[in-house]
Structure formats: structure tokens, C-alpha cells
């Protein structure tokens, strides 16, 4: 069935250096995708997202990047930060109008002081 | 309130019981969903209101699920007969109704079934 997922469960970085977190997807009927990032006991907050009709999108110290072809996401970070330490989530979003998205099982990002 | 709120922030409860959860959504936000996230995983989408239209309930996972909501309010998701396998968290998000506005979750309700 049609599913988002992720490479990695967990990822450490040295606190500084940059991340990159992975997703695929296998719904090429989505069309809108999104990264969140999750704290401890903390509901899932909006990072960035994404439109089919892109490949690369910026935010502060953030980056996505959408590979069609493959079928692939990706969640750049520039700089980690200690604060940037959670599970980051990809969603991705069939029914443009709403937020029914389903989600990717999460990588756990470790920042290394 | 600034955010979604939700109630309780921890249930225990024994197999078998009802439970009632509640969300309180940000206020004029039309849109609220209700997710439930397990044990190291990602969010299953449960139902979602908009307005006044009928409620999607194509996530719910069985009949033991039912979730209301009040106008552009509260919520309240209930589960009755609970079971082992609902121990999760259980999120609620709320949005507006303009174009590409994002959802905002509460912090969730850890329910654990003995």
C-alpha cells in the first residue's frame, strides 16, 4: 500500500556541522509534503513544506528538497543547534484543502555538543 | 488560549473501560483533527471536522471510536471497551480554513491501558 518512510531511525550530529534527514515516499498522487519536528512530550511542530510543483525550498537554517523521480524528501539543516535535538517526521498530503497527512515513522536527530 | 489544548495530559485506565479525551482547538480555527501516534511512530490520521460539514471519519479503526465536536469548538474522542493495543498518544491539531494554513497539535494525551 501506498506509504511514506524514512532511511534512518537515528542520526547524530556533531553540534555545528549540518544534517540531512531522508524520506520516501511511495504516493505519486501527493502533492504537498511536509517536515515536522516533535520534542519530548511535545505535539509535532510545523518546520517547512513543500509543493509538488517545486524541488528545493528554504527557510531559515532549513532546506527541502523533493525528488520526484525517485520519489524521494529530504530535510536539510544548517548549523544544528542543541535545541534542534527530536524526532523530525516527513507527512505527506493527497487531498489538497485539508490536512489529512500521513506520516513517515520519524528519525530521531541527535546533536552532539 | 495561544494553542491547542488538550485533556488529560496522562490516562491510565483498565482494559474495558471508556475513556474520554478532549481537545480545545485555537479559537476560530474551523479545522480540527484527531491523530494517535504509537510508540515510536509516526502519526495515524483518526477524523477530521471542517464547519459544519460531516466529519471524516475514514481513519477511525473501529466502531469503538467515535469523536464529536461542539460548532467550531471543542472536541471530545471517545473509546469504549478499551483495549491494549489503543495505548498511544493521542493528538489533536486545529487549522484555519485559508489556503496552505498549517495544523498546530497539542501536546497530546498519553492513554495507557492496563
Known amino acids: 500500500g501506498e506509504s511514506v518512510g524514512l532511511h534512518l531511525p537515528t542520526l547524530s550530529v556533531q553540534e555545528g556541522d549540518n544534517s540531512i534527514i531522508n524520506c520516501a515516499y511511495s504516493?505519486?498522487?501527493?502533492?504537498?509534503f511536509i517536515w515536522y519536528k516533535q520534542e519530548s512530550g511535545k505535539g509535532p511542530q510545523f518546520i517547512i513544506d513543500?509543493?509538488?510543483?517545486?524541488d528545493k525550498r528554504q527557510g531559515q537554517r532549513v532546506t527541502v528538497l523533493l525528488n520526484k523521480t525517485v520519489k524521494h524528501l529530504s530535510l536539510q539543516i544548517a548549523a544544528t543547534q542543541p535545541g534542534d535535538s527530536a524526532v523530525y517526521f516527513c507527512?505527506?498530503?493527497?487531498?489538497?484543502?485539508?490536512?489529512?497527512?500521513?506520516f513517515g515513522t520519524g528519525t530521531r536527530l541527535t546533536i552532539i555538543p | 488560549g495561544a494553542g491547542v489544548s488538550q485533556s488529560p495530559s496522562n490516562k491510565v485506565t483498565e482494559k474495558g473501560k471508556d475513556v474520554e479525551l478532549r481537545c480545545d482547538p485555537i479559537?476560530?480555527?474551523?479545522?480540527l483533527y484527531w491523530y494517535r501516534q504509537r510508540l515510536g511512530q509516526g502519526l495515524e490520521f483518526l477524523i477530521y471536522?471542517?464547519?459544519?460539514?460531516?466529519?471524516?471519519k475514514s481513519g477511525l479503526p473501529s466502531d469503538r471510536f467515535s469523536a464529536e465536536r461542539t460548532g467550531e469548538s471543542v472536541s471530545t474522542l471517545t473509546i469504549q471497551r478499551t483495549q491494549q493495543e489503543d495505548s498511544a498518544v493521542y493528538l489533536c491539531?486545529?487549522?484555519?480554513?485559508?489556503?496552505?494554513?498549517?495544523?498546530?497539535f497539542g501536546s497530546g494525551t498519553q492513554l495507557s491501558v492496563l
Open positions: 504516493n505519486s498522487a501527493s502533492d504537498y
Open positions: 513543500i509543493r509538488s510543483n517545486m
Open positions: 471536522f471542517q464547519g459544519n460539514s460531516a466529519p471524516d
Open positions: 479559537s476560530g480555527h474551523t479545522a
Open positions: 491539531a486545529s487549522s484555519s480554513d485559508r489556503a496552505d494554513e498549517k495544523l498546530f
Open positions: 507527512a505527506e498530503n493527497k487531498d489538497f484543502g485539508n490536512e489529512k497527512l500521513t
